[in-house]
């Protein structure tokens, strides 16, 4: 397993601060790196804006093409992602199994809901045409939580890509390993340079990546008060 920051398409160490993941049943360190600085996510938001317009012109075609290779790479890596789940979250193998299993089948749906509610129609009018289009929102942030590492950010990330949007992706500092293996899986997938960028850290992370210039929108999963925070 890679660590730390994936930026542009290459990994790094972070410039930040020195922090562990460990196992809650034995103490053990699951994973250690360093967090993302603010320097380091205006470089990564820097990847992200050369790397939006080429991927939002990208044939659907070629980004489903992507997402399926990228849902294979998850499956070849089932059993050391559901393994990391469990020793960063402390959740049953076999419940850590089953979300490994629903990050795959994630990918047909979010394909199905993609080709649902986006696209582009034409139908013509008494007064002409009535046009009916659809545009990525281009650099959109995604927080991942601690009690599903793997299957809520993937559920973000999934549509978000698909839609042409290009991603930065702070996992939860409690499960940065199951984070930069979905990278991994990213990476293997052929998912072109700066499309996705991992920054891993706390608190101070992500408020540097709130607050980056250029952010066009956030994707989580939580509560009201959360987002408020």
């Known amino acids: 397993m890679r660590t730390e920051l994936y930026v542009g398409g290459v990994w790094r160490e972070g410039a ?3 922090f562990a993941s460990h196992d809650p049943a034995t103490g053990d360190v699951v994973w250690k790196g360093h967090a993302a600085t603010a320097d380091d996510v205006a470089e990564a938001m820097a990847a992200a804006h050369l790397a939006f317009p080429s991927w939002a012109r990208r044939p659907l075609d070629e980004r489903l093409a992507i997402v399926r290779s990228f849902a294979k790479a998850i499956e070849k890596r089932a059993d050391v992602i559901a393994q990391t789940i469990s020793r960063e979250m402390g959740k049953a193998l076999w419940d850590a199994r089953g979300e490994v299993q629903a990050m795959i089948g994630k990918i047909e749906i979010s394909i199905r ?3 649902e509610r ?3 129609r034409e139908e013509k009018a008494a007064f002409g045409a009535m046009t009916l289009s659809h545009h ?3 650099v959109l942030g995604v927080f991942g939580p601690f009690n599903f590492p ?3 950010p993937n559920g973000h990330i999934v549509p978000a890509l698909l839609a042409g949007n290009v991603v930065l992706f702070k996992p939860s500092e409690l499960t ?3 984070g930069a293996l ?5 990476e293997e997938a052929g998912l072109p ?3 996705l960028n991992l920054l891993q850290g706390a608190r101070e992370t992500g408020g540097a990546l709130l607050d980056a210039q250029g952010l066009n929108g956030v994707l989580f999963t939580g509560s009201a008060h959360t987002g408020a925070l």
């Open 182 to 186: 979905m990278v991994e899986a990213w």
């Open 176 to 178: 940065p390993g199951v």
């Open 118 to 120: 986006a696209g582009a």
């Open 113 to 115: 809901a993609q080709a």
């Open 136 to 138: 990525p929102h281009g």
């Open 150 to 152: 793997g299957h809520l």
């Open 193 to 195: 340079a700066g499309v």
């Open 16 to 18: 930040g601060e020195s």
